[in-house]
């Protein structure tokens, strides 16, 4: 997966001299924690986050109307001089996976998307996340199977599985393989479509491939067996 399919293109941002005030604005109408932030020569020098503000005023007064003593505040410092300027940044074909690295590493919950040094776009956790659930979740004509098998197996889990898949007439749409934190088994999550669902369910069962939860997206997931 690509950051340049999940990431907003075209992000909403601010200029080093916008004040506070308008920065909080930008933020609240457009439902965003934080704004990319461009220098006079359209380069980006920085990122402003909501949180930047709570040392002008205090977080509990951003959620609703703001008091005028505190607008004026606002108003009278820019964003030069709230944003960070260290920045971590990835380019449109930087693997999600490696920018999930990057978030949790960094604790960050945001990093600019630079092609040829411009500002594209912005990848967030949410996105992050949001690529997760739509790979792993079953949707409505297709089953997510999670099954667990002996980490010494795992080179032969994607062959079983497809030949498996194939066998049976199945549609393999996702598979991932993880091993297990503290154990020698490796977790495997398949999305399938197909009618001959239990006739397949069996075969992984006869070939020892533990399998643990069953959901076809309308329920919470079952165990098998």
């Not at 500002?119 to 949410?126: A, F, K, P, S």
Request: proline letters at 5%; hydrophobic letters at 40%; a neutral charge.
């Amino acid at each position: 997966m690509l950051v340049r399919y999940w990431m907003t293109e075209s992000p909403i941002v601010a200029l080093e001299k916008t004040s506070l005030y308008d920065a909080l604005n930008l933020m609240l109408r457009h439902d965003i924690r934080r704004l990319p932030v461009l220098s006079s020569q359209n380069r980006l020098c920085g990122i402003v986050t909501l949180s930047d503000l709570y040392p002008y005023v205090h977080p509990v007064k951003l959620r609703g109307e703001l008091p005028a003593p505190d607008a004026e505040l606002l108003r009278q410092h820019t964003v030069s001089e709230a944003m960070t300027r260290e920045l971590v940044t990835c380019g449109p074909n930087t693997a999600l996976e490696d920018v999930g690295v990057l978030l949790r590493e960094k604790k960050i919950g945001a990093l600019p998307v630079l092609k040829d040094d411009q500002l594209v776009g912005i990848i967030t956790d949410c996105d992050v996340l949001e690529a997760l659930c739509g790979i792993a979740r079953a949707g409505d004509n297709n089953v997510r199977i999670c099954f667990s098998v002996p980490a010494g197996e795992r080179q032969n889990i994607i062959y079983d599985v497809v030949e498996l898949c194939k066998r049976h007439r199945l549609d393999l749409q996702t598979v991932l393989v993880h091993p297990l934190k503290g154990s020698k088994r490796c977790l495997v999550m398949i999305r399938v479509e197909g009618p001959r669902m239990d006739d397949f369910l069996k075969a992984l069962w006869d070939i020892h491939y533990q399998v643990l939860i069953v959901s076809d997206g309308t329920d919470r997931g079952r165990a098998r067996r």
